[in-house]
């Protein structure tokens, strides 16, 4: 004991030792609360990382936490990037496959950035937290964290290292002819003024419907209905690239939408906008889906989007249907969602959003039987902690700007001669801005929205055997009752699964005896038992409800003691052991 | 009319038709013999590693960029008559390029892809013994959710080659003879006070003791119930998602990749030749318009295309010479309504044969219409096969069955693959057809042309451009579902000014849909350039093909 804690000094120093000149030495700090005073791997949680530096993280927590985290793949994207995949547990206590799983991804739509570093900074945090905090450490004994930082990679890059709007893109780069003119990917945007960043072109004119607004003249509005404009407003940046009269009409931007590419209830484009040629026609999105039904152990998912503020479920669209009873976990775990995000709401992609066919959490639910959420990160209401209010001559993000921060965020108008338009003023707000959340913002969104993952985990099926009753039936016979618990809200079957047959039953297996019948007791308080037929010894349960229980009876030849093992793939392995029947 | 050979089966009925290995030497036997007009490549490997393999068919420079017409067959793993047309087809064609006038006109302006065999793990059960209809390829699934693999197929207990039905005397079965014809079962109508007299399953032990009898047969998807319209999730057989199997997706990327394809035609159990598909109105979920977000996908074809489907039924009929069959497999996740729904194109659909009807199977005495339909077929089915030498039914016979014992078990009924692939001495008849259908089809497809180009000079070195777009095909250059699916092309437009400048009209832009048949659409530029200057229009779609028209200035 002392030997060791000599020992971990020793390795503090020496790391300490490395930090440069200036840092702030960690002895003495006084930890803050829910933050590790001196991480093995030091990251900066206010910024927005590429894809080989998403790599150097999950190799530095790799090497720092070769027991709690490893770094793999789940395959390549179209450009041959790795998918990266973060698996954290503690990999001393089992098999991490049969531990019931939280599947973790983000930034789908490649500019929705945040994502990743919400999903890198939970990696981060129960690597980190797990020695300091025994909560951490148990729910990384028993559960395993699937993370995909992101699952567009190429998506990622394109909008981090080229100019773009802070909508664009939301696809990938597969190449797409999205006017359908036979070339593909001729007419993008194009950063004129060459700032990295895609923003708005205006141009002078008093038949224009535009003015500047009085409040913030970097903020255009339309002239009052009787009122003569000053401009008018020609788009995003660009040219007409492939002189059809019309300009940006085919770049990677919006060829098609990740998330309307899922197996279920996907529908041709004429119905979901985006939804590509058929489901899994992008290599991302077949990398996931293989993941996914690879690990049968996955309890749990999580998707992450941005932004509004919302915590979503399916489904998204009205007609399609989620099981009374998963719905109950869904709005328990929902609502407790709503505690640990102020700002954001809980609520039904189709009802709260708008429809969509085809996207992933749908299909991991409704194909897979897995409950799963969509957190759409960041909410305008964090601008000043309270709903926007509307105002006609200025805007939240832009108040936000002048008084937060210093007007970094917009590029001011500035005439440019465009080689179509003439003379043009080029401006607006830069690509990581409305979407992306400022830096200082950001550790605290990806804390909070970290914690609501981890306590949906947490609340992953977790089966035991609670159990175990002894009755002699005489004649050398006994029968035994076995009550298999799980204390969490989640079920380890949700209703979709059980009615299509999705994952296996839950195996009850007794051992130390000859089994003579086997049953899936039906009414404990009045013992009505249903006989298995086949395989006695290992009774199959359909279920074992969220805080509920399952029995199974036998009848065997023998006195003990027994061995009770339950085996549920989304729920765990249990095991218990019985004492003698006595007389 | 050719009979099923020899008594008791003592000729396969796969006699005469090819093998996987023996398809694919033909394949490549073909492409070897004719280079000028056959080109093949591999579209997909199946879970058994069997190749399905695409012939094209078109000669000169460009196959790939002109219209074009796929012919698909055998995605439904039974059908393997639908694969020995299309070779058929392909070898007459191939053979006739440079002989016959039209077929070389033909396939100078068109290509024709074909995919003979979409299925081929499944196809392949119709040369093994014992012989039994598999609609699975070679994949490994779970069928009946008991979390074992493959575990209880069929078995031939009589010995005799085939997989047919095994019956078990006992009152609690829902069956029992046929009084017009006992070698028939119809469901017994206990609310008439009909006893049940058999339980009925597929000839086999029930290997897993499950008390369910050949529930998980080897093999995992349907290849033909795993497109994505319609698609049955959680179906049987029908793969663990759309597009899972590596043919589906391989003949999906295959048509992805030609977007020259305007129309496909799928020899399977699915039919629209006979029955040409019809519009139906209708709203879509919730009231809402079908084929938008909120109202979902259509559920019966676009109004504008129904006459087409319709005379496209005309034309099949006469070049077939039939008339009648029985009616469609539904439509769950089949690559016909695929080829319409999700990807835009024309689709047309042929069993290709099928047992010709008599009025003699109208004695049968089933009731409810849908059970009448049914005994009405079998009957039909019967006295073919009898009127034919007899094969292809087995009379029922008892064994010894150890699943039964003490019971009274029989073996019997219609032999797998009867009444969808026919003697092999008719494929070569059934082909003349089909063929002539197919060079039909391809024929049909759009052609656009510049018609009545005028150039008019309205001032000093200004002129206006003047020309009908129109189409000498018979298809419109796009269907109604083709504008909707946005997949097949429009046309696109475009004037080419040279050094003067267009200051009127569009440089580019896409147009469309043209009507087949003559039909036009006119457009119109203003253009400054120099007198006795050369501008030139340009339409080209790959499913319409392209024209080009020069313009001297003057």
């Given at each position: 004991m ?10 503090l120093?020496?790391?300490?030792s490395?930090?440069p ?9 006084l ?6 005073p001196?991480?093995?791997v ?7 990382y590429d894809?080989?530096a998403?790599a150097?993280i999950g ?9 709690r ?18 698996t954290?547990?503690n990999?001393?206590?089992?098999d ?7 599947y973790?991804?983000?930034?789908i ?8 570093e919400i999903?890198?900074?939970?990696a ?7 020695d300091?905090v025994p ?6 004994d028993a559960?395993?964290?699937y993370?995909v930082?992101?699952?567009n990679p190429d ?6 290292s ?6 664009s893109p939301?696809s990938g ?8 003119d036979?070339v ?13 960043n895609?923003?708005?072109?205006r141009?002078?004119?008093p ?9 913030d003249?970097?903020?255009m509005?339309?002239a009052?209905?009787?009122q ?20 940006n009409?085919?770049?990677v ?27 899994g026609s ?5 990398a ?21 503020g919302?915590i979503?479920?399916?489904?998204g ?11 109950q ?7 407790v969602?709503?505690?640990i ?7 039904v992609?189709?009802?709260g959003l ?11 639910y409704?194909?897979?039987?897995i ?10 209401f ?9 105002n ?7 108040q936000f700007?002048?008084?937060?921060l ?13 080689p179509q338009?003439?003379?043009?003023e ?6 990581q ?6 830096g200082?913002?950001l ?12 306590y949906q ?12 009753a ?7 016979l006994?029968?035994?009752t ?7 809200l ?9 009615l299509?047959?999705?994952?296996r039953?839950?195996?009850v297996?007794l051992?130390?005896a ?12 009045s ?10 010894r290992?009774i199959e349960v ?17 006195k003990?003691?027994?061995?009770v ?19 | 009319m050719?009979v099923?050979a ?5 000729q ?16 490549e ?33 460009d196959?790939?960029?002109r ?13 393997v ?6 070779m058929?087809?392909?070898?007459q064609?191939?053979?006739?390029y440079?002989k016959?006038?039209?077929v070389?006109a033909l ?5 024709i892809y074909?995919?003979?065999?979409a299925n ?21 699934a ?9 575990e209880?197929?069929?078995e031939d207990?009589?010995g ?6 095994m ?6 079965g829902?069956?029992?003879?046929d ?5 028939l079962?119809?469901?017994a109508d ?5 006893a049940g007299?058999?339980?009925?399953y ?7 003791q499950?008390?369910?009898?050949n529930e998980?047969?080897?093999?995992s998807t ?7 319209h319609?698609y ?16 589906t997706?391989?003949?999906?990327d295959f048509?992805?990749a ?13 039919d ?6 019809a ?19 259509f559920?019966?074809?676009?109004e ?5 489907f ?9 070049a ?9 497999a539904?439509l ?22 099928w047992i010709p009807?008599?009025?003699a199977?109208?004695t ?7 059970s009448r339909?049914?005994?009405r077929?079998e009957?039909n ?18 064994i010894?069955?150890p699943?039964f014992?003490g ?6 009924g219609f032999?797998?693959?009867?009444g969808?692939n ?31 180009v ?5 001032g000093?070195?200004t002129?206006?451009?003047?020309a ?6 018979y298809?419109p250059?796009?269907s ?9 092309r429009r046309?696109?437009?475009?004037l ?8 009127g ?9 043209i ?5 036009s659409?006119?457009?119109?530029w ?6 006795g ?8 779609s ?5 024209a080009?028209a020069?313009v001297?200035?003057?």
């Amino acid at each position: 004991m002392t030997m060791t804690t000599r020992l971990s000094v020793l390795t503090l120093a020496a790391a300490l030792s490395l930090l440069p000149a200036g840092a702030a030495s960690a002895q003495s700090a006084l930890a803050a609360m829910g933050s590790p005073p001196n991480p093995k791997v030091p990251v900066s949680w206010d910024r927005y990382y590429d894809h080989a530096a998403i790599a150097d993280i999950g190799r530095r927590l790799q090497q720092a936490y070769p027991d709690r985290c490893r770094l793999g793949s789940i395959g390549k994207s179209h450009e041959g990037r790795d998918i990266w995949l973060l698996t954290v547990t503690n990999f001393g206590t089992g098999d991490a496959d049969r531990k019931p799983g939280m599947y973790i991804d983000g930034n789908i739509h490649a500019n929705e950035v945040q994502g990743t570093e919400i999903s890198l900074y939970t990696a981060w945090y129960l690597c980190e937290m797990a020695d300091r905090v025994p909560w951490v450490d148990s729910l990384l004994d028993a559960r395993v964290f699937y993370i995909v930082p992101t699952i567009n990679p190429d998506g990622r890059e394109d909008f981090i290292s080229k100019a773009n709007t802070p909508h664009s893109p939301r696809s990938g780069v597969v190449p797409r002819d999205s006017d359908g003119d036979g070339v593909v990917d001729e007419d993008g945007y194009d950063d004129l003024d060459g700032d990295g960043n895609i923003t708005q072109m205006r141009r002078r004119n008093p038949n224009g419907r535009w003015i500047p607004s009085p409040v913030d003249p970097r903020i255009m509005i339309r002239a009052e209905a009787d009122q003569p404009g000053e401009y008018e407003m020609l788009g995003e940046e660009g040219i007409d690239n492939d002189g059809d009269g019309v300009v940006n009409e085919d770049g990677v931007a919006y060829a098609y939408d990740p998330n309307r590419n899922w197996p279920w209830n996907w529908q041709p484009r004429y119905v979901q906008g985006g939804a590509d040629y058929y489901p899994g026609s992008l290599p991302e999105t077949r990398a996931v889906m293989q993941f996914i039904i690879g690990h049968p152990n996955i309890a749990g998912v999580q998707t992450y989007h941005n932004f509004g503020g919302w915590i979503l479920r399916g489904p998204g669209v009205e007609s399609d249907a989620y099981g009374g009873q998963d719905i109950q976990v869904y709005d328990a775990i929902g609502r407790v969602g709503e505690t640990i995000l102020p700002g954001y709401k809980y609520a039904v992609i189709w009802s709260g959003l708008y429809t969509t066919w085809g996207n992933e959490l749908d299909w991991t639910y409704k194909g897979r039987g897995i409950i799963s959420y969509s957190n759409e990160l960041w909410t305008p209401f964090k601008y000043f902690e309270k709903p926007p209010e509307p105002n006609r001559y200025d805007r939240p993000e832009y108040q936000f700007d002048r008084l937060l921060l210093m007007r970094e965020a917009v590029v001011p108008w500035t005439p440019y001669n465009h080689p179509q338009y003439g003379s043009i003023e080029i401006g607006g707000v830069k690509k990581q801005y409305i979407r992306a959340i400022p830096g200082f913002l950001l550790p605290a969104e990806a804390h909070r929205n970290m914690a609501f993952t981890v306590y949906q985990a947490s609340q992953m099926p977790l089966v035991s055997v609670d159990s175990i009753a002894i009755r002699s039936l005489g004649g050398g016979l006994t029968e035994v009752t076995a009550i298999v618990t799980n204390q969490r809200l989640a079920p380890t079957h949700t209703e979709q699964d059980i009615l299509n047959h999705i994952t296996r039953p839950d195996w009850v297996t007794l051992e130390g005896a000859e089994v003579v019948a086997g049953f899936v007791v039906e009414d404990p308080l009045s013992g009505r038992a249903k006989e298995q037929l086949r395989n006695p010894r290992r009774i199959e349960v359909d279920n074992v409800p969220g805080m509920g229980t399952a029995t199974v009876r036998w009848v065997v030849r023998g006195k003990g003691p027994f061995t009770v093992t339950v085996d549920s793939e989304k729920g765990g392995v249990g095991k218990r052991e019985s004492g003698n029947a006595g007389k | 009319m050719a009979v099923l050979a020899g008594q008791g089966f003592a000729q396969s009925p796969s006699t005469g038709y090819q093998n996987a290995a023996e398809l694919q030497r033909s394949i490549e036997r073909l492409a070897r013999d004719h280079r000028a007009v056959v080109t093949v490549s591999e579209v997909a490997r199946s879970p058994g590693k069997r190749p399905v393999t695409a012939i094209r068919l078109g000669a000169g420079t460009d196959p790939d960029g002109r219209p074009a017409l796929l012919v698909l067959a055998n995605a439904f793993g039974p059908h393997v008559v639908g694969s020995e047309v299309a070779m058929r087809i392909a070898a007459q064609l191939a053979a006739a390029y440079g002989k016959d006038a039209s077929v070389t006109a033909l396939l100078d302006a068109r290509t024709i892809y074909i995919i003979p065999r979409a299925n081929p793990d499944a196809a392949e059960a119709f040369f093994r013994t014992p012989l039994y209809e598999q609609v699975r390829n070679d994949g490994a699934a779970d069928d009946d959710h008991d979390w074992d693999v493959d575990e209880d197929g069929p078995e031939d207990l009589n010995g005799d080659g085939l997989i047919t039905m095994m019956r078990v005397r006992d009152p609690a079965g829902e069956w029992t003879a046929d009084s017009a014809d006992p070698a028939l079962l119809r469901k017994a109508d206990r609310a008439k006070g009909e006893a049940g007299v058999y339980r009925l399953y597929t000839e086999g032990r029930d290997n897993d003791q499950d008390q369910a009898w050949n529930e998980d047969p080897t093999g995992s998807t349907a290849v033909s119930a795993n497109f994505t319209h319609q698609y049955d999730f959680f179906g049987d057989a029908t793969g663990l998602y759309p597009m899972s199997a590596p043919e589906t997706k391989g003949v999906a990327d295959f048509l992805i990749a030609h977007p020259n394809i305007a129309a496909v035609y799928v020899l399977g159990p699915q039919d629209n030749l006979l029955t040409p598909w019809a519009h139906k109105g209708g709203e879509g979920l919730g009231g809402k318009g079908e084929g938008t977000s909120a109202g979902g996908p259509f559920t019966s074809i676009l109004e504008a295309d129904q006459p087409f489907f319709e005379e496209l039924a005309t034309r099949f009929q006469k070049a077939t010479g039939s008339k009648m069959g029985p009616t469609s497999a539904p439509l769950s996740g089949d690559p016909l309504s695929w080829a319409y729904y999700d990807m835009g194109r024309w689709a047309f659909g042929s069993r290709v044969w099928w047992i010709p009807d008599s009025t003699a199977a109208d004695t049968t005495t089933a009731d409810s219409l849908a059970s009448r339909q049914e005994a009405r077929a079998e009957a039909n089915a019967h006295g073919w096969i009898a009127a034919n030498g007899g094969a292809g039914f087995v009379d029922w016979k008892r064994i010894d069955h150890p699943d039964f014992p003490g019971r009274e078990v029989e073996v019997g009924g219609f032999a797998p693959f009867v009444g969808i692939n026919p003697p092999a001495a008719m494929l070569d008849s059934l082909t003349r057809g089909q063929l002539a259908f197919v060079t039909e089809l391809a024929g049909a497809l759009s052609r656009i042309t510049f018609r009545n180009v005028r150039v008019t000079a309205v001032g000093s070195r200004t002129y206006r451009i003047e020309a009908e777009l129109a189409n000498e095909g018979y298809f419109p250059t796009l269907s109604a579902i083709g504008v909707k699916a946005f997949w097949p092309r429009r046309v696109r437009l475009s004037l080419d000014p040279g050094r003067g400048e267009i200051v009127g009209g569009r440089a580019v832009e896409l147009v469309g849909p043209i009507s087949g048949s003559g039909g036009s659409e006119k457009f119109r530029w203003v253009v400054v350039g120099d007198a006795g200057s050369t501008v030139t229009i340009t339409a080209s779609s790959p499913v319409a093909g392209s024209a080009s028209a020069p313009v001297t200035l003057r």
